[in-house]
């Protein structure tokens, strides 16, 4: 059974920075291009940022970009996500999503119907 856990969430004052890590059991993530999603009160779920497989292919939303950054340490078969300059309107839950049928994707999406497996979020608040 696949289980996939995020961590590193937290409280932290505007302007500061968190680093959520995300593991999996019952799969190799390493081999997996995975995604980071995040969900606040009464929004949708979004999309924050993506990387494949191999991690020369990642990419942010534009709400992020320049503050947030994805990458992966396959030796360690765990993705992270460093988040600089947080602002009020990032708290969220976090997720950590891995597009488990498709082993080496070259590519990561940003449709969150595309991953199979998710973790069960950690929450991270920033206050002003």
């Known amino acids: 059974q696949v289980q996939v856990v995020e961590s590193g969430g937290g409280l932290v004052q505007a302007g500061g920075s968190l680093r959520l890590s995300c593991s999996a059991s019952?799969?190799?993530?390493?081999?997996?291009?995975s995604g980071w999603f995040r969900q606040a009160p009464g929004k949708e779920r979004e999309f924050v940022a993506g990387i494949n497989w191999s991690g020369r292919s990642t990419g942010c939303a534009e709400s992020v970009k320049d503050r947030f950054t994805i990458s992966r340490d396959n030796a360690k078969n765990t993705v992270y996500l460093q988040m600089n300059s947080l602002k009020p309107e990032d708290t969220a839950v976090y997720y950590c999503?891995?597009?488990?049928?498709?082993?080496?994707?070259?590519?990561?999406?940003?449709?969150?119907?595309?991953?199979?497996?998710w973790g069960q979020g950690t929450q991270v608040t920033v206050s002003a």
């Open positions: 999503a891995v597009d488990s049928s498709r082993i080496y994707s070259a590519i990561y999406s940003s449709d969150l119907n595309d991953y199979e497996s």
């Open positions: 019952g799969l190799t993530i390493s081999r997996y291009a």
